[in-house]
């Protein structure tokens, strides 16, 4: 055999430990507890991120690849829980009901949220998105698992020339057992595992993403549940002004005050905002049923929500940038793939270097009727295969991810950037509405009522003042509703733990999970 070295050995336990000392060598790694294992350092979640690197150059690691523990800080809050658990036992099949005293009954379902608290705590609780961000850090640590097993190894059995006339009993030579281990050589598994430790680290700020991306959209579907709840609101009101106003008007007609145009445009009036309080009530709810499944629990869907439109956060357009920019996980997830990708261009350069491969055997020649072994060695010889597309490849990856951190902050500054945009004009024309359009509109409304009795007016005068009015309320709500979407959007990106009250205390913007507000007393707390 090309490059084995075989020995004969006659004494039998000279064979035995010589076997032994071959599989006892061979199973034991190398690499574990050796000097060329690397001292484990803190994950990336741990320490502060680091500046972006130089997109013209390969940033060079400054401390050798070690498996992260990085993914075993998790966020608190049982996030595993979903809103379809699938039953024990064979899977598509219920089990059997088990005999047993008669079944308690089933406890009261949970009252249906209607605070913007009660939708955000039910979602990091119960949003199966979140579940599945959590399963998929398990299966990277599955991954990083596996990428550091040794190989299990091989035991053979082979009986030759079976029939042979020159042998008495015609059984030939068996080989039993012949054992052999690959001893993996270049440090490639702790490199491996240095490689998938970088993807469990990604995964767990994948998770981090998912919840602060959900926790920011459910703010947003509330508020935007309020605006439109508030909507209804305001004009119910105002039928209920305008049937008031056609009631007066029917006594001014009949008292011959007024015009019929007058009388008809006011009867207009009226109906325009029947109609759109109509639209109002037919879509809420599925605006309410929306914020319900947004949530994670589509059938806790509210019949109404409790909220106001005062307080909206300030937010200042630099510092969120660098906030961003300097603590959202899609950034620090960037980062984290330059240190894959440079952990697997190490891996693909190590791979040329030839495991060797061992083995020890005991023969059994009939033909003389002696005891033998056999013990060899092996390896490949990298001549013309030297993994060359990999590294190549690998290099090319690292390029990849370096250019992926900047795009990556790009995008997330534009995030910002519109979320901003449609946050300060919406807070600037609501303050516009609120300070100087309302009050004028007001003003003018009961000015033109005074002088339609004083007789100086046409009634139409007071109908067009109702209607402008009603118009600056109507879009005096809706500004406030795109200004606290916009609000709720930006307390996403800045992985605000409260809001939009500000925490008792000021940490810096993501220094950790998700923080809710205690329940409030006499609610029973979420299992």
Known sequence: MSGSIIRTIRNRTVLRAVAAAALTGGCASPEIGSPLS????????????????????????????????????????????????????????????APGPAPVPAAAPDPAPVGVDDFVRLAVERNPRLARANLAIEAARGRHLQAGLYPNPDVAINWDELGDKSSPDRLGILTAPRVSQTIVTGNKLTLAQAVAAREVDQATLELLTERYTVVGTVRSAFYEAYALQRRGEILAELVKLADDAVANGKSLLDAKQIARLDMVQMEVERER????????????????????????????????????FDGLPDYDPDRAREAVLAYHPQARAAKVGVDRAQAAVKRAQAEPIPNVTVYAAYIRQFENRSHDGAVGVSMPVPLWNKNQGNIRAAQAELGMAIQNVGQVENELAARVATAYQT???????????????????EETYKLALAAFKGGQFEYLRVIQSQRSVAEARLEYNRSLGEAWRAAAELSGLLLEEWWPEPPPTAPRPGAGPVMLPPAPPGKPKAP
């Open 38 to 97: 690397p001292t484990p350092t803190p994950g990336l979640l741990d320490r502060t991120p680091p500046p972006a690197p130089n997109p013209l150059a390969y940033p060079q690691p400054s401390t050798p690849y070690a498996p992260s523990s990085a993914y075993r800080r998790l966020p608190d809050g049982p996030v595993q829980r979903a809103s379809y658990q699938p039953p024990p036992g064979e899977p598509g099949r219920l089990p059997a009901p």
């Open 273 to 308: 905002f029947r109609a759109e309080l109509q639209s109002v009530k037919r879509e809420l709810p599925g605006v309410y049923r929306r914020l319900a499944a947004v949530a994670g629990q589509n059938a806790l869907v509210p019949s109404a929500v409790v909220a106001t």
């Open 423 to 441: 946050y300060a004009a919406a807070r600037e024309r609501a303050e516009v509405y609120r300070t100087d359009l309302i009050p004028r509109a």
